[in-house]
């Protein structure tokens, strides 16, 4: 029996009085990569990216790993509900123009001491004064260094379209009028370089772009590594007392852990290992998290239709956005169906094995979107499922 026959016999008997669909995290799976993410970190400390797990108790199981310390939130909603809910250190990892958000925080002195906001723009901080509504707390910012290459002088571009701030002027700059503004407090920078750690450079059956990919990463993270340096150097010209520096992502995790000028690491996708972190060569994860959908039809020989399973990711459309038939081995969309909104037909020989009733599992092209279309999540242990947690749509919240 291969490896990932067993798991599915291990699944399919923790779940068997449970009905699908439903999502399980293997939380053996998931511990591994959570050591795997540690390893590459090399002792700094590693902050959680709450998009990618998308449920507080997991996020509380791997925050009482030592070596992780903090969460990296994606909406202001989502800090300040953590934060009330007893997470202490809250980074949000993008802009917000939540007026009500900003006048609950600049309001409460515990969640204004919890949650640090996001800027990279002087008109963001105007939001937030505009929005006080009389609260007096100290605002704590940080702000984001575009991390994107640009070559040809900045004709070409490679990387994400985030931050404005590329340059250590623009970033000292910045961080000058924080300093002479009332009521904000610069306590930290963040660069993601989504370009190194969010893309796969072992694309299956391309070896030249998976070349490419490579010589690019390579010379983003030469560029980087210097830009970043100058640029914290820079702002801490100004405000010498910075808490930290944040970078990395989970595709880039060792390489920039070795940059002395970061302090701690962001990490999420990581700990459930989707199917986009099959084709890196820096990292080998175990699929922690999966999705499993009934066989409700057999319509013929090869063929059998479960229930849903239409679930994309987020991103350029494309075939490698859709989740993958993962369990058993060997089924494969119908290409003039693919994953439907209520039903999905798969093909090949394992086909003519199920039975009505069985579960065929999934995994998700990206992490936490998964918990988008599940209220809990099962949590497995060996053959057994030990505990069910809710998602964040399971406790009533659908941040974004």
């Known amino acids: 029996m291969t490896a990932r026959a067993a798991d599915r016999a291990r699944y399919d008997r923790a779940t068997a009085d449970l009905d699908a669909p439903l999502a399980i995290v293997d ?10 993410v540690l390893r590459r970190a090399g002792g700094k400390p590693v902050r959680v ?54 006048a609950e925080l600049a309001g409460d002195p515990k969640l204004a001491a919890a949650v640090t906001v996001m ?22 910012v940080c702000l984001e260094l575009d991390t994107s290459l640009k070559l040809l002088g900045g004709r070409i571009r490679v990387g994400a379209r985030r931050s404005p701030l590329h340059s250590p002027d623009r970033m000292a700059e910045i961080a000058r009028t924080v300093a002479r503004t009332p ?37 983003a993270r ?26 990395g992502g989970t595709g880039s995790v060792q390489y920039t852990a070795a940059e002395d000028a970061v302090t701690e690491i962001a990490a999420g996708s990581g700990l459930y290992v989707p ?45 490698d956005r859709l989740p993958v038939p993962y ?14 909104e ?5 093909l090949g020989a394992p086909a003519d094995d199920l039975l009505i009733g069985d579960k065929v599992w999934f995994r998700h092209a990206k992490a936490g979107e998964l918990c988008e279309r599940f209220a809990e999540l099962h949590l497995v242990e060996g053959d057994r499922v030990t505990a069910t947690v809710p998602t964040y749509r399971g406790e009533g919240h659908t941040f974004l």
């Open 119 to 140: 800027i990279d723009d002087p008109a963001q901080l105007r939001l937030i004064d505009g929005a006080r509504q009389g609260g007096t707390e100290e605002v704590r």
């Open 275 to 319: 199917r986009l972190f099959d084709n890196y060569t820096s990292f080998r994860g175990r699929p922690a998290a999966l999705f499993a959908q009934p066989v409700v039809r057999r319509p013929g020989v090869g063929v059998v239709t479960v229930l849903g399973g239409g679930y994309p990711a987020s991103g350029v459309a494309g075939p």
């Open 327 to 340: 369990l058993p081995e060997g089924l494969r969309y119908d290409p003039q169906e693919g994953p439907g």
């Open 183 to 219: 009521g904000f407090r610069l306590v930290g920078i963040m660069a993601y370089e989504g370009h190194i750690a969010g893309v796969g450079d072992a694309v299956a059956g391309r070896p030249v772009r998976s070349r490419a990919i490579r010589l690019m990463q390579a010379a």
């Open 49 to 102: 990216a709450s998009k990618s797990v998308r449920c507080r108790a997991l996020l509380e199981r791997v925050l009482a790993r030592e070596g992780f310390a903090g969460v990296m939130s994606f909406t202001l909603a989502e800090s300040l509900w953590l934060a009330r809910s007893g997470f202490d250190d809250v980074l949000l990892a993008y802009p917000s123009s939540d007026r009500r958000g900003f």
């Open 27 to 36: 939380l053996d799976a998931f511990d591994a990569n959570a050591e795997d």
């Open 222 to 247: 030469r560029e980087l590594a210097g830009r970043r340096a100058e640029a914290v150097r820079a702002v801490r010209s100004v405000v010498p007392d910075l808490e930290f520096v944040n970078g």
């Open 342 to 346: 209520v039903q999905t037909p798969l």
